[in-house]
């Protein structure tokens, strides 16, 4: 399949709504980052209109968990739960942490730190941001190889896990579905997009984040997939968009949402892959967690571009 617009290039996969002005004093004045609501295959116009803003803007929005006709994208009992098993899933020594590390995996899943990674930094200025945290990847079947990690104790924790992603995986088809309305992705039927290129195969990944209560830092980056579904948990995430950087607060019972390089690429950067990154520190020394969930097209899609 290929979209109207774009050729030459070939990549493949392997394996109530309101605006928010949101304002950073110590960074810059203002960027705006819309509230989006929606059912799972259904848009209304307002929220098309400020979604499709969202994208050329800087590929951030902010999507409410409640649905107009009722009932949530994801039950708020599976969010408070997966908060719960984030938590738990770290309180394991660190000798167990190591034994479920990505490095013994054959499928790049289990706990990983920074520590462990080459840090890629995209500041436009150039400054360096210590990336600083500790997590566990999670991913689909088709992943480089099927099995998800947890260290010794912890495997009755994997079944909500899995299940807990499987519901992001859906809210993301729903996501991508109101993207494709916005026609920034040619004139490609949204039924057809989702089915075509997401539905049948979809490779995904998740992770559970653990950021310390000082200098909990990711540096800055752009996400490479298609779309981004995150819980963020706590204060700390900021955007850089025109140049400055931006905070992006906390909205209760709602996902931050952002587009990818992948999606990007695929529409000749007519839809934006905002450079962002963590910046936390809590004067109650609490720790900040985050699950960031991370969809991709479907298995074997060729990407033109």
């Known amino acids: ?131 600083n945290k500790e997590g566990f990847f999670f991913g689909s079947e088709n992943l480089i190889g099927p099995g998800n990690i947890v260290p010794e104790g912890k495997e009755h924790l994997l079944p909500e896990i899995e299940e807990y992603m499987d519901y992001c995986k859906n809210t993301c088809f729903s996501l991508m579905h109101a993207v494709a309305q916005t026609k920034l992705i040619s004139d490609v039927d949204p039924d057809s997009f989702t089915k075509d290129y997401l539905a049948k195969n979809p490779i995904y990944m998740m992770k559970l984040l653990k ?19 995150l819980l963020p948990g706590d204060s700390g995430l900021e955007i850089n968009s025109n140049g400055q950087w931006h905070s992006v607060p906390v909205v209760p019972d709602a996902f931050v949402i952002n587009l990818g390089d992948l999606l990007a690429m695929w529409v000749n950067n007519s839809i934006k892959s905002t450079i962002h990154r963590v910046q936390y520190n809590s004067s109650e020394g609490k720790y900040r967690f985050s699950v960031p969930f991370f969809m991709h097209p479907s298995q074997g899609t060729v990407i033109t571009c």
């Open 1 to 131: 399949h290929k979209f109207n617009r774009i050729a030459n290039q070939q990549y493949s996969t392997h394996q109530s709504t309101k605006k928010l002005r949101i304002k950073q004093i110590s960074m810059s004045s203002s960027v705006e980052i819309p509230i989006i609501e929606m059912d799972e295959h259904s848009i209304n116009n307002e929220s098309l209109e400020k979604l499709k803003r969202a994208c050329l803007e800087h590929g951030f929005f902010y999507l409410k968990n409640e649905k107009p006709s009722g009932g949530f994208h994801i039950p708020k009992q599976k969010v408070d739960r997966i908060w719960e098993i984030s938590r738990d899933i770290f309180d394991v020594s660190i000798d167990k942490k190591m034994d479920s590390h990505v490095k013994k995996s054959k499928n790049h899943r289990g706990y990983f730190s920074s520590l462990d990674y080459k840090e890629f930094n995209k500041d436009p200025d150039g400054i360096h941001i210590k990336d």
């Open 211 to 229: 950021y310390p209560p000082t200098n909990g830092n990711t540096d800055a980056h752009t996400d490479y997939g298609l779309v981004t579904l």
